[in-house]
């Protein structure tokens, strides 16, 4: 077996030991640290002195980590935090309740009981595989610690690509490789997921926070709903799911009439989102939504949320592969 082959050995069994073992967060940190550092540092003037860069570069390390930090603390207290989901589920309560008084029987017997069972519904299938969403990792001491190893990792592997001085030997060479394959495939699909999100955030945020009003219509903790809608829109198809159901569910608190509005409205964001999935993802990684969504119900299948989260990027790491070899 040569070095080749033992690289691409080490990158498969890579795959499952970090869904196994929870470390999908701290993966996706260094990953954010490394590609946000080589996109940083071509930009560093070439007249500068050897030593002048390695400090620019230290410094945009640095910045770079301070940012993936920040995001992941922002994201801690939206999701954890009292002020967050927590709010949500209260409201979504009260809005049950509220509707098994007025709709009718039949309708009302098909509607959970409390918020814990909205939640139990909520994320049915993210947790058929796994003890609760916790189980991907964004909680807890230990995945903080985690996160900081893998952003320290992500940052010593960016500084050896920039390391022009000395050769790697065969196998750190081919290891490098496939690095720097997975790394380019989290920045085409990561990313990419991020504009889609973005864009559907802005579009619910003008139906939310503007259509609505114009016709008098004010729905509660609207700043809360546009930022569930990115949160969960960073997770491809089932994230637009979560958010469509919890929107729809407050405007039917308010009348029967906004819910089926927000419905309506919800139903061609989606549509749009397939539209926008197969032109940017997959576009990116040269994929059709259905190659991404089986990939997607597979990984799900087998290592729970987790698996759900990491397989765009993981196929899209393997398409890469056999693109290079031209297997594919």
């Given at each position: 077996m040569n070095t080749l082959q033992i690289s691409y050995l080490l990158a498969a069994l890579s795959v499952p030991v970090v869904l196994h073992f929870h470390l999908l967060p701290a993966a996706f940190a260094g990953l954010a640290v490394y590609v946000l550092t080589?996109?940083?540092?071509?930009?560093?003037p070439l007249r500068w002195?050897?030593?002048t860069q390695k400090v620019a570069l230290a410094g945009i390390i640095l910045f770079v980590i301070?940012?993936?930090?920040?995001?992941?603390?922002?994201?801690?207290?939206?999701?954890?935090?009292?002020?967050?989901?927590?709010?949500?589920?209260n409201m979504a309560a009260e809005t049950l309740e509220n509707l098994k008084r007025t709709l009718p029987e039949d309708l009302t017997a098909a509607l959970p009981d409390t918020v814990e069972e909205l939640?139990?519904?909520?994320?049915?299938?993210?947790?058929e595989h796994g003890k609760n969403i916790s189980s991907v990792g964004i909680s807890g001491v230990k995945t903080f610690a985690h996160l900081v190893l893998g952003m320290?990792?992500?940052?010593?592997?960016?500084?050896?690509?920039?390391?022009?001085?000395?050769?790697?030997?065969?196998?750190?060479?081919?290891?490098?490789?496939?690095?720097?394959?997975?790394?380019?495939?989290?920045d085409k699909v990561v990313f990419a997921q991020v504009k889609i999100s973005a864009l559907n955030t802005i579009l619910t945020a003008i139906y939310l926070a503007v259509v609505l009003p114009i016709f008098g219509i004010y729905l509660p903790m609207v700043t809360l709903l546009v930022l569930l809608t990115f949160v969960a829109g960073l997770l491809p198809v089932v994230?637009?799911?979560?958010?469509?159901?919890?929107?729809?569910?407050?405007?039917?608190?308010?009348?029967?009439?906004?819910g089926v509005a927000s419905l309506g409205f919800l139903v061609v964001i989606h549509k749009l989102e397939y539209f926008t999935n197969a032109r940017i993802v997959g576009g990116e990684v040269k994929a059709?939504?259905?190659?991404?969504?089986?990939?997607?119900?597979?990984?799900e299948a087998i290592f729970g949320m987790a698996g759900l989260v990491a397989a765009p990027v993981v196929y899209a790491w393997l398409k890469t592969e056999l693109k290079a070899k031209r297997l594919v």
């Open positions: 080589a996109k940083l540092a071509p930009m560093l002195g050897s030593l301070a940012l993936v930090s920040s995001i992941c603390l922002g994201l801690w207290s939206f999701l954890r935090g009292h002020h967050g989901m927590a709010n949500l589920l939640r139990e519904q909520i994320t049915s299938m993210l947790r320290v990792v992500g940052s010593m592997a960016v500084l050896h690509r920039f390391n022009k001085e000395n050769g790697f030997p065969p196998l750190a060479s081919d290891l490098h490789a496939r690095l720097i394959n997975l790394a380019d495939s989290f994230g637009n799911l979560i958010s469509n159901f919890t929107i729809v569910l407050i405007s039917l608190g308010v009348s029967p009439m906004v059709s939504v259905w190659e991404l969504l089986c990939a997607m119900l597979f990984m």
